[in-house]
């Protein structure tokens, strides 16, 4: 017969073995670790993805206007009678078909000099959109002046899908009401032609 020393030893070894083999047993720790790391890493490529879709709108915008304003720089968009309406066409056209041209706003300003133009904003004091320059249907030439003038052209759009990306606090809209406003812009002289 044993002695009961010996039974009990028996009895408290596999309770330790129990605990120790709980604490030492690994299986699923990826899972705990890949819930830890997901986390930020989904925000992070998020944050890429928001921050490439960003600068490819922005990018096209600015090449849009830069595409369209030559017509006017070199005089052609005052021979052929283009339309504010027209221009905006255009530059929706240059910029890609993913841009909502019903949304973009085109503001025209022009001056003898470079002290004689001024900027303006996008949006005003209640953070609305301010309406394009003209009427579609006005002639550009009624907006850029003539040969050898300053014109400055700027771009709004109202880029929603920023509200997707809001934590990246994008554009000029910083309190996450309405759309965040991308602006494009070109400032030149005219050329001489007649």
């Known amino acids: 017969m044993r002695s009961p020393v010996c039974f009990c030893r028996r009895l408290a070894a596999p309770r330790r073995s129990r605990v120790s083999g709980w604490l030492r047993n690994e299986r699923g720790a990826a899972a705990i670790e890949f819930a830890i790391v997901a986390v930020p890493l989904l925000l992070f490529m998020l944050g890429i993805v928001g921050m490439g879709l960003y600068f490819f709108t922005s990018s096209a915008l600015d090449h849009g206007v830069e595409a369209a304003a030559r017509k006017i720089r ?4 005052q021979k052929d009678a283009l339309t504010v309406g027209g ?12 841009i909502n041209c019903n949304k973009l706003r085109v503001h025209i300003d022009h001056g003898d000099t470079w002290s004689q133009i001024s900027p303006q904003p ?3 004091e209640n953070n609305n959109l301010i309406d394009s320059t003209g009427d579609a249907d006005d002639e550009i030439a009624d907006y850029t002046g003539e040969a050898s003038q300053v014109v400055l052209i700027t771009l709004c ?10 934590f990246l606090k994008l554009g000029t809209k910083s309190d996450g009401s309405g759309p965040v406003v991308l602006e494009a812009s070109t400032a030149f002289r005219t050329e001489p032609y007649s």
Request: hydrophobic share 40%; proline share 3%.
């Open 122 to 124: 996008c949006v005003d």
């Open 74 to 77: 070199t005089g052609e968009a």
């Open 157 to 166: 759009y109202p880029w929603d899908l920023a509200q997707a990306f809001s």
């Open 87 to 98: 221009f905006k066409d255009l530059v929706c056209a240059e910029a890609g078909s993913y």
